[in-house]
């Protein structure tokens, strides 16, 4: 069955990169069904998806606008996992964040979900 | 402000049917599926229906939803302890370049 493990830091400065990564067990990055996300969560701004990678025939990548400036999503082949990158961010970025795959059995719900990382943008 | 709208907090007593609504618009529910999930404290959204109203292999068939124009619900009958937890609508909405979007989520309380 397909799990999702995330890692990177916990704290990061504000007008930094905030960098985290999922790794895929269970399926693969280059899966012609399926589609990796980012989504986080916080307080203020509840449940935000903030965009996804998927792999048809090419690689596809779509963003959210709110963060479409400042954000980077890629898929990694080599070692099986997704990363998120995004820019400039400001204590509003602070979140947990979460990587989930979603695929075409479950209409492309948001059915596997990683563990989840609590982002502070602190100085 | 969430994009889809759901009422903060629901509860029930054990045995009981409780109802949780999502509202939208003609760009998201009215024209895309509706999912739903489950947020135990501590722990990361789990699927509970995709498509409106299937369910993933394991989710009880207590849960269920349903569509209709702009609107969804999700229905829980034989409500139990574990079934408290907080719950979000989802669908993907046409408008801008596309995205998903989310309800605010509605916490339920088993008394």
């Known amino acids: 069955q397909v799990q999702l493990q995330q890692s990177g830091p916990g704290l990061v400065k504000p007008s930094q990169t905030l960098s985290l990564t999922c790794a895929i067990s269970?399926?693969?990055?280059?899966?012609?069904?399926?589609?990796w996300n980012w989504i986080r969560q916080s307080p203020s701004r509840g449940l935000e998806w903030l965009g996804r990678?998927?792999?048809?025939?090419?690689?596809?990548?779509d963003y959210a606008v709110s963060v479409k400036s400042r954000i980077t999503i890629n898929p990694d082949t080599s070692k099986n996992q997704f990363s998120l990158q995004l820019n400039s961010v400001t204590p509003e970025d602070t979140a947990v964040y979460y990587c989930?795959?979603?695929?075409?059995?479950?209409?492309?719900?948001?059915?596997?979900w990683g563990q989840g990382t609590m982002v502070t943008v602190s100085s | 402000q969430s994009v889809l709208t759901q009422p903060p907090s629901a509860s029930g007593t054990p045995g009981q049917r409780v109802t949780i609504s999502c509202s939208g618009s003609?760009?998201?529910?009215?024209?895309?599926?509706v999912y739903w999930y489950q947020q135990l404290p501590g722990t990361a959204p789990k699927l509970l229906i995709y498509?409106?109203?299937q369910r993933p292999s394991g989710v009880p068939d207590r849960f269920s939803g349903s569509k209709s124009g702009t609107s969804a619900s999700l229905a829980i009958s034989g409500l139990r302890s574990e079934d408290e937890a907080d719950y979000y609508c989802?669908?993907?909405?046409?408008?801008?370049?596309?995205?998903?979007?989310f309800g605010g989520g509605t916490k339920l309380t088993v008394l």
């Open positions: 498509r409106n109203n």
């Open positions: 989930a795959s979603s695929s075409s059995s479950t209409a492309d719900a948001f059915d596997i």
């Open positions: 269970g399926d693969s990055v280059s899966s012609n069904s399926a589609a």
């Open positions: 003609s760009s998201n529910i009215g024209s895309n599926y």
């Open positions: 990678t998927y792999y048809r025939s090419k690689w596809y990548n």
């Open positions: 989802a669908a993907w909405d046409d408008s801008l370049s596309g995205y998903w979007v």
